[in-house]
């Protein structure tokens, strides 16, 4: 895999989200409307009733002969419309250690959890967290409300790295079973390297909405053009060197290649998963991938 030295460290998270918070308030309102609710909001099947429509409301549910009617938008009211509970899985690898450049992917990733939780807060929605690292799992189970939400997010946020000569973690499959109701959403944050599917993950999957990100460094997608450096392995816990031979470059491309492949078996529905850059704009990244969901839902 790529490879390079750099330890990930989130500081003052607080601080952070607090400045994170207006943008994802912005987005809301002006960006993403009702894009985020519509994207993951359950529809009950069951009419209920007809209400007046407010800014946010699904257009899709609309009754068209009362508005009609009465001058002014009313919806359809479904029976068992619930509220998001999303719940965060950030598998701590030590790869996530690697940053060719300003950023490390862990810092990177950690701020895509703290963005998609803030996105909760202001939607009052529930939000929980799963972490698994090499040294333990942390469980925190979902909440309602900014300020619970925030102290929450900022709580995952200020893990330590792991060392990068740590193992990899293992995930508390039992424990994701029950943390959170049928039906919620489930949103494993790592850095998905090829592997087989794991036992828990069809369980996970009839049980929970199940959508993955991923962030990627620039050399994992392409490897430098310098002929030859020497740069640390965080999943070896070795100083390599690279000599950009075609052999390398080939690796690579075969590396990359089995990745993909394992991270499309997991995820299978394009819209269930999600891959950014660490040099790339992470909340308009959420938007587009929102609008995306959006549209597809309009088109069903």
């Given at each position: 895999m790529p490879i390079e030295n750099q330890k990930s460290k989130i500081e003052n998270p607080l601080a952070l989200l607090r400045r994170l918070e207006w943008r994802v308030r912005h987005a809301v309102e002006n960006v993403l409307s009702g894009e985020y609710r519509s994207a993951f909001r359950g529809r009950g099947?069951?009419?209920?009733?007809?209400?007046?429509?407010?800014?946010?409301?699904?257009?899709?549910?609309?009754?068209?002969?009362?508005?009609?009617?009465?001058?002014?938008?009313?919806?359809?009211?479904f029976v068992e419309e619930r509220e998001v509970t999303l719940l965060l899985v950030f598998e701590d690898s030590p790869s996530l250690n690697f940053g060719s450049a300003a950023q490390s992917k862990r810092e990177a990733l950690l701020e895509l959890a703290g963005l998609v939780m803030l996105l909760g807060a202001v939607n009052r929605d529930r939000v929980g967290f799963v972490y698994a690292g090499p040294d333990g799992n942390l469980f925190r189970e979902p909440v309602r409300g900014r300020g619970r939400i925030l102290h929450l997010a900022a709580s995952l946020l200020s893990r330590p790295a792991p060392a990068v000569t740590a193992h990899a973690p293992v995930l508390p499959w039992r424990l994701l079973a029950h943390a959170?109701?049928?039906?919620?959403?489930?949103?494993?944050?790592?850095?998905?390297?090829?592997?087989?599917?794991?036992?828990?993950?069809?369980?996970?999957?009839?049980?929970?909405?199940?959508?993955?990100?991923?962030?990627?460094?620039?050399?994992?997608?392409?490897?430098?053009?310098?002929?030859?450096?020497?740069?640390?392995?965080?999943?070896?816990?070795?100083?390599?060197?690279?000599?950009?031979?075609?052999?390398?470059?080939?690796?690579?491309?075969?590396?990359?290649?089995?990745?993909?492949?394992?991270?499309?078996?997991?995820?299978?529905?394009?819209?269930?998963?999600?891959?950014?850059?660490?040099?790339?704009?992470?909340?308009?990244?959420?938007?587009?991938?929102?609008?995306?969901?959006?549209?597809?839902?309009?088109?069903?």
């Open positions: 099947m069951e009419f209920d009733q007809v209400v007046k429509y407010e800014f946010g409301d699904d257009v899709r549910d609309i009754d068209w002969n009362v508005t009609a009617r009465l001058g002014e938008p009313y919806r359809k009211k959170a109701p049928r039906h919620s959403i489930l949103l494993w944050l790592g850095d998905f390297p090829p592997r087989a599917e794991p036992e828990g993950w069809p369980v996970l999957q009839r049980r929970y909405q199940t959508m993955g990100f991923r962030v990627d460094d620039p050399w994992e997608r392409e490897l430098p053009p310098q002929d030859m450096f020497a740069a640390y392995d965080p999943a070896a816990g070795r100083l390599v060197t690279l000599e950009g031979s075609a052999a390398e470059r080939a690796a690579h491309a075969d590396w990359r290649a089995a990745r993909e492949e394992s991270w499309r078996r997991m995820f299978p529905d394009p819209l269930s998963r999600l891959v950014v850059d660490t040099t790339e704009n992470r909340l308009e990244a959420l938007v587009r991938f929102f609008h995306a969901r959006m549209r597809a839902g309009a088109a069903r």
